[in-house]
């Protein structure tokens, strides 16, 4: 069993930064990593995602050239770096941990959530 604890939302103005972090119970290397979010009336959908024992990367297009995923093996954490925000990048947003070599969209952990919001 793998608990993720995300941490680092809140709200911000349009064109600001936040970095979310994802605290992992195991080791991050040893999984495919995942951002995903979930807006109001909205399906979950695909942020960012990091491929397990490798640094290659994948994006949504809709973030692509503002957000970027990393991991931190030392500390078994995985991070979202948001830049230029928009309003309509608001939602709660989950890390999400896969066993297998990509993260799905039926992975095998979920956090908790946590909220950002983009005041416009």
């Known amino acids: 069993q793998v608990q993720l604890v995300e941490s680092g939302g809140g709200l911000v103005q349009a064109g600001g930064s936040l970095r979310l972090s994802c605290a992992a119970s195991a080791r991050v290397s040893r999984y495919a990593m995942g951002w995903f979010r979930q807006a109001p009336g909205k399906e979950r959908e695909f942020v960012a995602g990091?491929?397990?024992?490798?640094?290659?990367?994948s994006a949504a297009n809709s973030v692509k050239g503002r957000f970027t995923i990393s991991r931190d093996s030392a500390k078994n954490t995985v991070y979202l770096q948001m830049n230029s925000l928009k309003p309509e990048d608001t939602a709660v947003y989950y890390c999400?941990?896969?066993?297998?070599?990509?993260?799905?969209?039926?992975?095998?952990?979920w956090g908790q959530g946590t909220q950002v919001t983009v005041s416009s």
């Open positions: 999400a941990a896969d066993s297998g070599t990509m993260i799905t969209s039926t992975p095998d952990y």
């Open positions: 990091i491929r397990r024992g490798s640094d290659s990367t």
